[in-house]
């Protein structure tokens, strides 16, 4: 399934942003290699490079979140690290037994619908807070 940017979910942080819209981008082209029935030549390198962006990705967000105090910076970087600990079991399915009609529902449950959910509502809280503080 594809996961399509809108700008309901810009946070209002352009590196953040900029950064969610990188990984819808490549969750996107997991999408179509998995869907054309692309080979693993082509699948696993995308999947490597989603794993090493969400790293990038999540600890931009944590180090703000440490240079500002943010008082949910436990809960938030929980949910990140629950994330990671999901996708690379997902991974480990993939190596192990290709790419099936249920990893790619399971990889629509762990890719889009908690990317999305996450970022209207924890990255959303995380803008507030900064915005309140006059960062942007």
């Known amino acids: 399934m594809a996961i399509e940017w809108k700008e309901d979910l810009a946070v209002g942080i352009k590196e953040i942003d900029d950064q969610h819209k990188e990984l819808f981008s490549k969750v996107n082209a997991l999408f179509d290699a998995c869907n054309t029935g692309k080979g693993r030549d082509?699948?696993?390198?995308?999947?490597?490079?989603?794993?090493?962006?969400?790293?990038?990705?999540?600890?931009?967000?944590?180090?703000?979140?440490?240079?500002?105090?943010?008082?949910e910076f436990n809960t938030h970087k929980a949910q990140h690290d629950q994330f990671i600990n999901d996708f690379l079991g997902l991974k480990?399915?993939?190596?192990?037994?290709?790419?099936?009609?249920?990893?790619?529902?399971?990889?629509?449950?762990?890719?889009?619908?908690?990317?999305?959910?996450?970022?209207?509502?924890?990255?959303?809280?995380?803008?507030?807070?900064?915005?309140?503080?006059?960062?942007?």
Request: proline share 3%; aromatic share 10%.
């Open 92 to 136: 480990d399915k993939i190596e192990k037994n290709g790419v099936t009609g249920l990893t790619i529902v399971q990889l629509n449950q762990v890719l889009v619908d908690w990317l999305i959910k996450h970022i209207r509502k924890t990255d959303k809280a995380f803008a507030g807070f900064l915005k309140e503080k006059g960062i942007s």
């Open 42 to 71: 082509q699948i696993d390198p995308i999947i490597k490079y989603l794993q090493d962006y969400v790293v990038l990705h999540f600890g931009a967000e944590e180090k703000l979140q440490k240079q500002n105090n943010y008082p």
